[in-house]
């Protein structure tokens, strides 16, 4: 089946190409499908800031996580600016590092001036590895550990206070400290019960929801707050969800804030922070029509403009903390072709290799990626296949019915919009090591994650003595490095 345009025009793996190289001048990276420096050189191959995929699994290897620097600068830089342009207050956006969280990706964002947003003492531990100044720091999780409590504490980043048993375990630490100068300052999670289209895995904002406090008990929450003079509560926090494209929910959250941010100015607390959460969607395949960066920021800033002023409240300091729509698009992911199977008048699968240790989106989410052949650029797409990842599982698979061009083994199949909830998702099942991942800018790749080698699997692995040539091979065979 050879795929063709209304036009007549047969369908290529350049069509994903970005919009930059016809209409746009700064196009939201959320709206594309592959990296803004995406292009296609030599007729019909794949260059990503200006390096050539294939050389790029060539010097490597397979699979890899290739990041474009200019797609996630840029990204950065639209939510900063957005801000700038129509928030007459202070702002501040902090990158969710959970869709990525490692030293490099922490330090780009740092550089753009993000703050980041982390979700556990090791994510928080890399941010600080990073270089990311701690008061730009803000620490998540429903379930802190004390142990957390205390080195967000301690190296001074905001804390965003999840339920009772934290507010009261930090109030122990403080208590313990017994220093006059121990004021952790920290935000209030609260649940907005506002519902949004969206995977029910990854939907936060409902009344049933394992995240934040319940909004019935603000009265009870405020009052204890108030008067605890150790504890320097600065604000407000919600989040609603994920990969969301509606635009109705962000301002009616975004209303709702002001209404909290009010109710707590009667218990004398004098909130000066809102953190709006993240959430915007990114588009995975052509139908998906998420709002540009801009088109989420801007009513977010008119409705709180808008309530601040109803209410007479002075503007608060505004923070989001997006994660997918900043990373997702920087990133593909590129893999080898390698075995198939043709199953006649049923399906043919091209199996690659990876699969869901690296992207286990598909198979927890039922998430739909496309792909392109590196190689063959501009191929006519001549072939539906089904990609299958080398896990002993029979539903690791990454796309179903992909449009190819006739493939090889040898081909590299490039996987677009993996940046978000892949590498930071990614598993060693079957004890795959994980993939190596570069940043690529101006024609030069830099290693950012070194690929996993065999040594590294067993690194934690303990072999009790009473075990040690138990089996009847009785020897153990050390192979170099992989
Ligand atoms: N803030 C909080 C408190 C969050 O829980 C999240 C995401 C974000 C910000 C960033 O949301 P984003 O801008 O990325 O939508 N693993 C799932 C996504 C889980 C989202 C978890 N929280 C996936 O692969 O789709």
Request: hydrophobic residues 35%; proline residues 6%; charged residues 20%.
């Amino acid at each position: 089946m050879v795929s063709t345009h209304p036009t007549g025009v047969q369908h290529s793996g350049s069509q994903y190409l970005p919009q930059r190289h016809d209409t746009k001048a700064n196009p939201s990276p959320n709206q594309e499908l592959l990296p803004l420096t995406a292009k296609v050189h030599n007729h019909d191959s794949l260059e990503i800031g200006g390096c050539d995929v294939t050389t790029l699994v060539e010097q490597f290897g397979s699979p890899l996580y290739i990041l474009d620097e200019e797609t996630l600068r840029s990204g950065c830089q639209q939510y900063r600016d957005s801000f700038k342009q129509y928030y007459k207050g202070e702002s501040q956006v902090l990158y969710a590092s959970k869709a990525w969280n490692c030293l490099a990706v922490c330090a780009i964002a740092a550089s753009e001036g993000l703050g980041i947003d982390v979700a556990s003492g090791g994510e928080l531990y890399t941010a600080l590895q990073a270089g990311v100044n701690p008061e730009k720091i803000y620490l998540h999780n429903n379930n802190k550990s004390r142990e957390e409590l205390i080195f967000a504490t301690e190296v001074g980043c905001t804390i965003v206070v999840d339920n009772w048993h934290e507010l009261r375990t930090l109030l122990e630490i403080v208590e313990s400290a017994n220093s006059p100068s121990v004021h952790p300052r920290f935000l209030l999670r609260l649940t907005p019960g506002i519902e949004c289209h969206t995977h029910e895995y990854i939907r936060t904002g409902q009344l049933d929801s394992k995240f934040g406090f319940d909004p019935n008990e603000l009265e009870e929450l405020f009052t204890f707050v108030s008067k605890q003079s150790f504890l320097n509560c600065v604000g407000l926090h919600a989040h609603i969800g994920s990969q969301i494209f509606e635009r109705q929910p962000h301002r009616d959250l975004a209303a709702l804030m002001v209404k909290w941010l009010r109710d707590a100015a009667k218990y004398g607390l004098k909130l000066t922070e809102l953190n709006v959460g993240g959430g915007l969607g990114i588009k995975y395949i052509e139908s998906d029509d998420p709002p540009s960066i801009e088109e989420w920021v801007k009513p977010i800033c008119e409705v709180i403009q808008e309530a601040c002023a109803a209410e007479n409240l002075p503007l608060p300091k505004l923070l989001c903390e997006p994660g997918r729509s900043l990373i997702a698009t920087a990133c593909v992911t590129a893999y080898t072709i390698g075995s198939s199977k043709v199953i006649p008048e049923i399906r043919t699968y091209i199996a690659i290799d990876g699969g869901m240790s690296d992207n286990p989106r598909p198979i927890t989410y039922q998430s739909v990626y496309r792909a392109v052949v590196a190689n063959k650029m501009s191929s006519p797409l001549t072939e539906t296949v089904t990609i299958a990842g080398k896990h002993c599982e029979s539903g690791d698979i990454l796309i179903h019915n992909a449009l190819l061009p006739k493939t090889e083994p040898g081909d590299i199949l490039v996987v677009m919009g993996t940046g978000a909830y892949n590498y930071s998702m990614a598993s060693n099942y079957n004890r795959l090591p994980r993939p190596a991942a570069v940043v690529v800018a101006n024609g030069e790749a830099n290693l950012i994650l070194q690929r996993e080698t065999y040594e590294d699997l067993i690194r934690q692995d303990r072999l009790p003595e009473r075990l040690k040539g138990a089996s009847s091979f009785g020897r153990f065979i050390i192979y170099g490095k992989m």
